[in-house]
């Protein structure tokens, strides 16, 4: 059975710091992983995608990579900025099914 | 790229009370879509996936019960709400293999 957690569940920093979000999975017989961003009280907004033939993705200063033979993700955020605080959430598809299963989340604060 | 509505924003209803939430889609045809619920404090759990008009698939025993009248229609739905239906709902579609999700129904049983 698929299982996603993610480390740490908060985080706390000064504007300006560059970060790394983890998020780990048992199944590593995925197709992609996803990385979405919740503000309080909304919806999720899609991050970035990253699809088992490749090994990361950039959008900005958003970099994910990708190693599923060791089941693990990362989110880095460079130069991060006060509009960066909410939750960042992975999710990866049930074996052979488009239906994700998420993490718990790591819920990010960046202070001026 | 897709658009999906979710409406009401929030609800609050007494227990026992029945329910209706409605999602649409705009900007693709036969999408995949998808119900979950986020409780207060925990992750996002599905609760029905569909792949067309009139499939649905329930996900987890519950209270709950899910239709698709049109294509890009999915309503969520109960005949008496518990305490325990309280929580976030949204509402998903898949574009090629990214899913996509809507603003989301803050719902509270009272």
Known sequence: KQEVTQIPAALSVPEGENLVLNCSFT???????????????????????????QREQTSGRLNASLDKSSGRSTLYIAASQPGDSATYLCAVP??????????????????? | SQTIHQWPATLVQPVGSPLSLECTVEGTSNPNLYWYRQAAGRGLQLLFYSVGIGQISSEVPQNLSASRPQDRQFILSSKKLLLSDSGFYLCASLDTYEQYFGPGTRLTVT
Do not use: C, E, H
């Open chain 1, 27 to 53: 199944d590593s017989a995925i197709y992609n992983l996803q990385w979405f961003r919740q503000d309080p009280g909304k919806g999720l907004t899609s991050l970035l995608l990253i699809q088992s033939s």
């Open chain 1, 94 to 112: 049930i074996r052979n099914t488009d239906k994700l299963i998420f993490g718990t989340g790591t819920r990010l604060q960046v202070f001026p």
